[in-house]
């Protein structure tokens, strides 16, 4: 086998690939059988070749057969730089303009790095290898979760799980019990846990919350224990995803552990912190900014803000939304409030609407949707009936009552007031309010869509 370089117009998709349920029999048959599974992952897949070109990691496999040079490894990769090439191939028009929006404002690569096999037989191996798990240690053995986590970082609810435990097995070293049934959910249901913590509501009942790699702790450590001790014991033990894996079914586990949860008059004016990188850390920062340490100089000690405030909506991530939504929330994302106030304070307005309006259109809402403060209402009114989810206070306020200083007209200002100049520290206080709405919002179309 050797490493060669080839146009992609030459490479010829593998006409009985595997991942075909049968043989095609052109170019087209090959495109519509892969678009067909899942094409909303080979979207994301051209759109990350575009935009970082092609993995040098895993070059496709290529074996020479009559005047035609096949692909018998690497066919979705090589479907994708034909389709960014031609979108005129795709089977949809909808698909079609999906590839050509892509392609627009990228240099796709023409040509590809490959390797060249003698036969199929000689590529087998390594195809095998590729695809059929790590054979005891000689294919790609796969990261776990927790292996995953430390290198992708702790944002994720499964990242938020592994930190907890981290902490959790940290304060109660001592509890043999509960440090070994921390030890089996983080082998083997970190993402049950990491589905609870995701939960805004069972967040605020525990007292929980996280910033970057801090976990605060809204209630001692003697207080927090039993509840503590009973949560690992049964996501260990009896606890299945299938019982917490909707709101009202973690609502109903909540109200099943009530007398191991903490009392609310017990909690803390000031949470406890802990860090990963520095062990116990000290009183955390606050939304509207922390107090760095005095120099030995006597100089006054400088303020500076966390790091969940500097972009917008960080640590929100949607997963039932549309592709076009969550990638206009990544978008934003990467804005940094201080360097683009105006920008950022745009992207607020426009990520909550296009949330709320895909929820109502995809939930086949027809009252109150004429408005901006209609459509959040209605999701307001969806996901906190009763009003008393304290992380939705803001949002109820900031888009339901007439004055303030961050109303709905705020928001709109923003957009269509030319002498509004947004202040960012009202652009995070916005951006701190809809972050729990969006997530509830996206937590609302997985409930019904089932």
Not at 18 to 47: D, F, H, I, M, V
């Amino acid at each position: 086998m050797k490493q060669t370089s080839m146009h992609v117009t030459s490479l010829v998709l593998d006409e009985t690939n595997p991942r075909y349920e049968k043989k095609t029999s052109s170019l087209e048959e090959s495109l519509a059988a892969l678009l067909g599974q899942n094409p909303e992952k080979l979207l994301r897949l051209a759109k990350d070749i575009a935009q970082h070109g092609i993995n040098p990691t895993e070059l496709p496999i290529v074996v020479v057969e009559g005047d035609r040079n096949v692909v018998v490894e690497g066919n979705r990769r090589v479907a994708a730089l034909k389709l960014l090439g031609n979108p005129g191939l795709a089977p949809t028009e909808k698909l079609k303009k999906q590839f050509a929006a892509i392609s627009k404002d990228n240099v796709i690569p023409r040509r590809v790095a490959c390797v060249l096999a003698e036969s199929r037989l000689q590529a087998e191996h390594w195809i095998m290898l590729r695809h059929d798990g790590d054979n005891k240690g000689v294919g790609i053995v796969p990261w776990s979760a927790a292996e995953k986590i430390r290198f992708s970082g702790r944002s994720t609810p499964t990242g938020k799980a592994l930190l907890f435990i981290d902490a959790a097995s940290e304060w109660f070293a001592d509890d043999v019990h509960l440090v070994k049934d921390a030890h089996a959910v983080r082998n083997g249901r970190i993402t049950n846990l990491g589905r609870m913590l995701a939960d805004p509501y069972v967040r605020n009942r525990l007292g929980l919350s996280f910033e970057g790699d801090v976990v605060l702790s809204g209630y001692s450590r003697e207080k927090m224990k039993p509840l503590i001790r009973r949560l690992f014991s049964d996501l260990a033990g009896s606890v299945t995803v299938d019982q917490i894996k909707s709101k009202e079914q973690r609502k109903d586990y909540l109200q099943q552990v009530e007398d191991d949860l903490p009392r609310l008059a017990d909690r803390l004016e000031i949470p406890q912190a802990y860090s990963k990188s520095g062990a116990e850390a000290g009183p955390p920062a606050s939304s509207e900014g922390a107090v760095e340490n005095g120099g030995s100089d006597g100089k006054p000690a400088k303020r500076r803000r966390a790091d969940f405030e500097k972009r917008l909506f960080q640590g929100v991530v949607l997963r039932h939304v549309s592709l076009r939504t969550s990638e206009v929330l990544d978008e934003a994302k990467r804005l940094r409030i201080d360097e683009m106030p105006n920008v950022a304070a745009i992207m607020v307005r426009a990520v909550v609407d296009i949330v709320v309006t895909e929820v109502a259109q995809k939930l086949s809402w027809r009252r109150n949707q004429d408005t901006l403060k209609g459509r959040i209402g209605a999701v307001l009114s969806q996901v906190d009936p009763s009003k008393d989810n304290p992380e939705l206070a803001n949002a109820w306020r900031f888009s339901q009552q007439e004055d303030g200083a961050l109303v709905l007209r705020t928001l709109h200002s923003f957009v269509h007031t030319w002498a509004s100049t947004p202040l960012t520290s009202d652009v995070r206080k916005l951006s701190m309010a809809y972050g729990p709405l969006l997530l509830l919002a996206d937590e609302l179309l997985e409930k019904k869509g089932r």
